[in-house]
Structure formats: C-alpha cells, structure tokens
C-alpha cells in the first residue's frame, strides 16, 4: 500500500517563500512519477508541477515557471516544492500525488494518479 503525506503549508506574505514536502510510503515508492496539484476555492484541480521516478523529467505549469521548483530525494521518499515569489493567486491547497510509474515520464492529470495525500493549505496575503 502507497500512502501519500503532504508538509509544509502555511501563511505568507506576497513576495515570500515556502517550501512543500511529500512523503511517498510503499515498497516501490522511488518507482512512482509525482505530481503537485492546487486547488482554490471555487476553482477545479490544477496541475502545477510533476517529475517522473528519477527526477530526470520535470513539467511546470506556465504560471509556476521560473518561480516554483519541484525535486526528489529518492533515499527519502520524498518530493519537494519550493515556491518562491508567491503570489495571493497562488493561495490554494496544495495536493501531492503519486502513480507507479517505473522507467517512464510524468503524469500531468490528476486522473493518471491513483494515490493522493490529503493536501496542505497555502495562504498568501497582499
């Protein structure tokens, strides 16, 4: 069983800093691409960034590039993001998910994930 456990949310001005961690549980964790969601209130699901199983492959969304940078660190089962600049319009909960996904590429829709952590509030004041 993969269990999927985002950290790192909180509040910050506009202009600051944060950096997320997803922990990635399971036998074949290092095997599995990862993706950042969002969601804001009233809005859907969006992709913000993905990497596949060795960190050789990254997606960004246009709005994050140049100002979000999503890593691994396989000896730790975990995925970050650090989100610099931030922007009131990146204030949303921040979802990680996880699919097996050995030798291959990224996914970029949350359909292709099939375990999700439970997600972690940003909040990015003007």
């Known amino acids: 069983q993969v269990q999927v456990v985002e950290s790192g949310g909180g509040l910050v001005q506009a202009g600051g800093s944060l950096s997320l961690s997803c922990v990635v549980s399971?036998?074949?964790?290092?095997?599995?691409?990862v993706g950042w969601f969002r969601q804001a209130p009233g809005k859907e699901r969006e992709i913000v960034a993905a990497?596949?199983?060795?960190?050789?492959?990254?997606y960004y969304a246009d709005f994050v590039k140049g100002r979000f940078t999503i890593s691994r660190d396989n000896a730790k089962n975990t995925v970050y993001l650090q989100m610099n600049s931030l922007e009131p319009e990146d204030t949303a909960v921040y979802f990680c998910?996880?699919?097996?996904?050995?030798?291959?590429?990224?996914?970029?829709?949350?359909?292709?994930?099939?375990?999700w952590g439970q997600g972690t509030q940003v909040t990015v004041s003007s």
């Open positions: 399971g036998r074949t964790s290092s095997s599995h691409a």
């Open positions: 998910a996880a699919s097996w996904r050995p030798n291959g590429s990224y996914f970029i829709t949350s359909s292709e994930y099939d375990y």
């Open positions: 990497i596949n199983w060795d960190g050789e492959r990254i």
